[in-house]
């Protein structure tokens, strides 16, 4: 370990901060996800829990991570530590450790976008190509999907995958320097990119009809608790919350920072690409008949590119070039913000070089995502059914997205809520800030949020405990037929559940951190 204290670094200027933060907000799951569940979930009604959930969940929870992250100058684990000790301090890790599998599959996904990008190029439009491995035979379906599958059958994603990881190297490696840099550039051209599509979209025939259709409620479906729990989870995830991204950012601002109103710019700056995203999907949906699917790797890779590849001829390559370009910025800018928030916390820890460090949560991550881009098919026979990577991707998002996020955002309030106390956060926030807290923040950190998110993981456990603990889909797809594969679910739970607990367990046992500046 190094005796020197070593520089943390910091952000050039607000926009800088912003820029970077709202580019870690906005994400993969910004441009179709919402999108998919608004059509999924009845239309306009999935607006409502959305904006509750942002309001009463999303923009306090993030006003509690930057206050944390600048309160103490550090990143999640060691600010954890400072305000509990050794409990906090695991729960840091272990923060960490959950969005590190996210990172890893998430990248995996760019690399699928990286794929999907040179094809836009020309094959992705050409006559549908046969897919013997998933049984798509020639001209059976539009050219993006049997394109798809056919890329996830070959061993091409691994490549890709080693470039998304070097390009993520690329920006983070001077940390807030290189990443304000980047953001920079890449978050204003999102911006453009979405806005083109919009327009592309609303000036096709019969595109607004889409949008009608987005905007007309079905109040029925919120009466489904469900949608209530898709509604949270997806606050979590689209605004970066529970991963420790957003206390590792702001721990890299002045002191004297504005962190209320910054918190609630970046949470509007990301809800509303979600809801401007949703307007260019419907519109390009229904100017072709096309009908949305819920899941979102289907409309990001397949349903909406089938979309675009029908509209008139000058526009499909343009179009195509500009959704998957804005897909691999969008993702690019948020996967770089885990690795910064890893690579601070093993740096407050454990002092070591930027360099070092990088390397080996690089090597690391690449074999993780390697994995999850693995092309063996599982079983060709099955509907729905996709390649070994493609499956353990599905098991591991569904534990570390749908309850990772949530149990780490309960922790975090009842450490700040409880141990240090809301209001010792608070009152610092509001020294600088021009909006200013009141009590009932406090009460929302110690009391609502924690109740609430209760609430919904139990719910959750409910559901889980009577389709048979694994979710129906996976239980149908991991019948006897699949040989020792189908342990897989509960690998991918034990995996989950007891490797990041004696990591962060061991990781949380030795007390001392490295000194910086
Ligand atoms: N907020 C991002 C989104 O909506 C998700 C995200 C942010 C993310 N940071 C990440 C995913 C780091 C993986 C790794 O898509």
């Known amino acids: 370990m190094s005796q020197e204290p070593f520089s943390r670094g910091q952000w ?6 912003i820029l970077a933060a709202s580019g870690s907000a906005i994400g993969l799951g910004n441009i179709v996800f919402f999108a998919a569940n608004a059509y999924k979930f009845g239309g306009g009604a999935f607006y409502l829990p959305y904006l509750f959930a942002l309001f009463v969940f999303g923009i306090p929870v993030m006003i509690l991570e930057f206050g944390l992250g600048n309160f103490t ?20 890790w272990w923060a960490n450790l959950n969005a590190g599998f996210i990172t890893m599959y998430y990248i995996t996904i760019l690399s699928w976008v990286i794929g999907m990008l040179f094809g836009a190029f020309g094959a992705l439009w050409k006559d549908s190509i046969p897919v013997p491995a998933f049984g798509i035979a020639e001209g059976d379906l539009a050219n993006p999907y049997a394109y798809f599958f056919h890329m996830l059958s070959t061993w091409k994603p691994i490549l890709y995958v080693a470039l998304v990881w070097i390009f993520n190297i690329i920006i983070v490696r001077k940390g807030a320097e290189t990443i304000e840099s980047a953001t920079k550039v890449f978050v204003p051209l999102m911006w453009i990119f979405m806005i083109l599509l919009i327009i ?17 409620p079905n109040f029925e479906v919120m009466k489904d608790p ?14 970066s919350l529970g991963f420790g991204i957003m206390t590792a950012y702001a721990s890299y601002l002045p002191r004297k920072s504005d962190l209320t109103t910054n918190s609630i710019i970046t949470s509007l700056l990301d809800s509303g690409f979600a809801y401007i995203a949703g307007l260019a999907v419907f519109s390009i949906l229904f100017a072709f008949a096309i009908v949305p699917q819920a899941s ?9 590119p089938q979309g675009i590849g029908e509209m008139p001829d000058q526009s499909v390559t343009v179009f195509g070039v500009v959704f998957f370009a804005l897909l691999l910025l969008a993702g690019l800018t948020s996967s770089v913000s885990l690795v910064e928030a890893l690579v601070s916390s093993m740096r407050d820890k454990f002092g070591w070089s930027r360099k070092r460090t990088i390397a080996i949560a690089a090597v690391i991550g690449f074999c993780g995502s390697a994995i999850f881009a693995l092309p063996q098919v599982v079983n060709p026979g099955l509907e729905d059914d996709g390649t070994l ?28 809520g409880w141990f240090l106390g809301a209001d010792k956060v608070r009152l610092h926030l509001n020294e600088n800030s021009s909006i200013k807290l009141g009590a009932w923040f406090d009460v929302l950190i110690k009391f609502v949020i924690p109740l609430a998110l209760l609430v919904v993981l139990g719910y959750s456990v409910w559901g889980e405990i009577k389709d ?3 979710g129906t889909s996976f239980a149908e797809n991991f019948s006897e037929e699949y040989g020792f594969l189908r342990y897989a679910p509960r690998f ?13 367990f061991l990781l949380a046992r030795r007390g001392s951190f490295a000194k910086a500046e």
Not at 200 to 216: A, D, K, P, S, W
Request: one cysteine or more; charged letters at 10%.
């Open 12 to 17: 050039k200027s607000r926009v800088g901060f």
């Open 73 to 92: 100058g550090r990143a999640f684990p060691e600010s954890l530590h400072r305000i509990a000790g050794r409990k906090g301090e695991f729960v840091g």
């Open 200 to 216: 592309r979209g609303v000036t096709l025939e019969n595109g607004m009809q889409g949008i009608y259709l987005l905007f007309t």
């Open 226 to 239: 469900s949608v209530w729990q898709g509604a949270f989870a997806q606050t979590f995830f689209s605004l």
């Open 296 to 304: 979102t790797i289907g409309m990001m890779f397949f349903i909406l």
């Open 389 to 416: 990577g493609l499956t353990l991707l599905d098991l591991f998002d569904h534990w570390a997205f749908s309850y990772g996020l949530l149990i780490i955002g309960f922790c975090e309030c009842i450490l700040v």
């Open 468 to 470: 048979g603990l694994f």
């Open 492 to 504: 991918a739970l034990a995996y989950w559940l007891i490797i990041c607990s004696i990591a962060a």
